[in-house]
């Protein structure tokens, strides 16, 4: 009895095996037809300074090291964490005119990939290697 429950058992791990590595369902569309007087929207083009950003260790430290304490801004702390609302001040904290410069004329939304972040570490850079400069 013993022996047949096991074979039994190894006849079900064994199909469940194949069946999970089968290939996904296509779906067939072939009766889809298209709308007339439908398109889609022409994709956005993006308007904003770009700047010039190499990654280094430094650099992010540099970099995390400034979002930290604007973190610790009391400016800040009225905005809920982790939203874009705290994102956006973060930025403005740590420089307010490369904020102007990259994110003025379309702001970020809700759920936007954010493509423009490399060029405002580059526009924070230079301004933080502007004022190391002076300073020393």
Known sequence: ??????????AINSNLARVSC??????????FQEVEDWKLPEPVQYDFKEFQYTQTRRSEAVYR??????????????????TLNHTNCIRQCMSADCYAQVYSRDPLEAGEIDVRKKSFKGCFHQGFNNKQRILY
Do not use: K, R
Request: glycine residues 6%.
């Open 22 to 31: 089968q290939l996904p369902y296509t779906l067939d569309l072939s009766w």
């Open 65 to 82: 090291e400034f979002w930290v304490a604007c973190e610790q801004n009391p400016i800040c702390w009225g905005v809920e964490p982790h």
């Open 1 to 10: 009895m013993g022996l047949v429950v096991i074979a039994f058992v190894l």
